[in-house]
């Protein structure tokens, strides 16, 4: 009984501590985020107050700050889906991770239509140091190898075994 209860705990740390990497991954995308919005969102101009009338602001759609966004929900999720202990997202999970880790190193040696013009061979060259990107880096590696062992290891919880419609048993 001691052997058991001390692996579940040790299952909710790993599961505390994926969720935890991975709000940290969000709120270091939240930063970028706000920064792609700033950029793309023009000032505003309104002539509201002298003539009543308001200016129409010209908006353009940011990829980049849109996948930002993106990332910061998905990553949100994640931590939910790990924190509860849904072992059937799991994979999900962990494939998003990983794609979000190789389209970062496939960016690193070429250029990739829709996410830039050219390679950014620099980002390997910032991985010395503490910076936004190389936390979110760590913590893409840490939450593909936790993950892994909580999918291996981890028989998920028991709302996972109520929301799970396809287990045979």
């Given at each position: 009984?001691?052997?058991?209860?001390?692996?579940?705990?040790?299952?909710?740390?790993?599961?505390?501590?994926?969720?935890?990497?991975?709000?940290?991954?969000?709120?270091?995308?939240?930063?970028?985020?706000?920064?792609?919005?700033?950029?793309?969102?023009?000032?505003?101009?309104s002539?509201?107050i002298?003539?009543g009338?308001?200016?129409?602001?010209?908006?353009?759609?940011?990829?980049?700050?849109?996948?930002?966004?993106?990332?910061?929900i998905?990553?949100?999720?994640?931590?939910?889906?790990?924190?509860?202990?849904?072992?059937?997202?799991?994979?999900?999970?962990?494939i998003?991770n990983a794609?979000?880790?190789?389209?970062?190193?496939?960016s690193?040696?070429?250029?990739?239509?829709?996410?830039?013009?050219?390679?950014?061979?620099?980002?390997?060259?910032?991985?010395?140091?503490?910076?936004?990107?190389?936390?979110?880096?760590?913590?893409?590696?840490?939450?593909?190898?936790?993950?892994?062992?909580?999918?291996?290891?981890?028989?998920?919880?028991?709302?996972?075994?109520?929301?799970?419609?396809?287990?045979?048993?």
């Amino acid at each position: 009984m001691q052997k058991s209860k001390g692996r579940y705990e040790v299952l909710h740390l790993t599961r505390a501590a994926v969720a935890f990497l991975a709000m940290l991954i969000a709120a270091a995308h939240l930063a970028y985020a706000t920064q792609m919005s700033a950029f793309s969102s023009p000032t505003h101009t309104s002539n509201q107050i002298s003539t009543g009338q308001t200016i129409p602001m010209q908006m353009s759609f940011n990829e980049l700050g849109f996948w930002f966004d993106v990332e910061v929900i998905a990553y949100g999720l994640i931590a939910v889906v790990f924190l509860l202990g849904l072992r059937t997202w799991y994979p999900l999970s962990m494939i998003f991770n990983a794609f979000n880790l190789g389209i970062y190193f496939l960016s690193g040696v070429t250029a990739i239509p829709g996410i830039s013009m050219n390679a950014f061979p620099g980002r390997f060259n910032l991985m010395f140091g503490l910076s936004s990107i190389n936390i979110i880096i760590v913590c893409w590696i840490l939450v593909l190898i936790l993950g892994l062992a909580l999918f291996k290891y981890d028989p998920g919880s028991q709302l996972d075994e109520l929301l799970a419609t396809r287990k045979t048993k």
